[in-house]
């Protein structure tokens, strides 16, 4: 009887450890597989270049205080259809940081740059709100809608 008993203690136990390997290597497979995939999401972005236009400059005038938006319009107005298509951190890569995002239904959202001062620019209430460019992204992270709207 105790020679039966240790026998089945013994294959229980092998079973045990032998499940624990593999849900162990299961785990690590796991991990490895999302880290791959982040690895290839993040280097899958695109650099945009549009001929003419200083994205630096672009980046340093936040909320268009100091003008420069305003000058790099024209190159902007030209760009509108090369930058549909492109996602959130590729357009972020180029312009910056939005000075304003709007959230709407499905998943889409609005990236707001100031062309004009923004209200953040002064202390003075801005009669009007300020010429903007929108990009509108659609719930799958595409650019599909680019366009420039003076109030």
Known sequence: MYQLYHGVES????????????????????TILILLSILTLTN???????????AAAFKLDKHACTGTRLKL????????????????????????KPDKIEIYKRGQRFFIYFLEKG?????????KYPKSLFIRFSALNSANEVFIKEY
Do not use: H, V, W
């Open 44 to 54: 899958c972005t695109q650099e945009i270049q549009i001929d003419g236009f200083d």
């Open 119 to 127: 209200p953040s620019c002064s202390n003075e209430k801005l009669e």
């Open 73 to 96: 319009e024209p190159q902007l107005i030209e760009a509108q259809e090369q930058l549909k298509g492109y996602n959130q951190i590729e357009i972020t890569k180029l312009l910056g």
């Open 11 to 30: 294959s229980l136990t092998k079973m045990f450890t032998q499940q624990k390997a593999s849900k162990t290597k299961a785990t690590r497979m796991k």
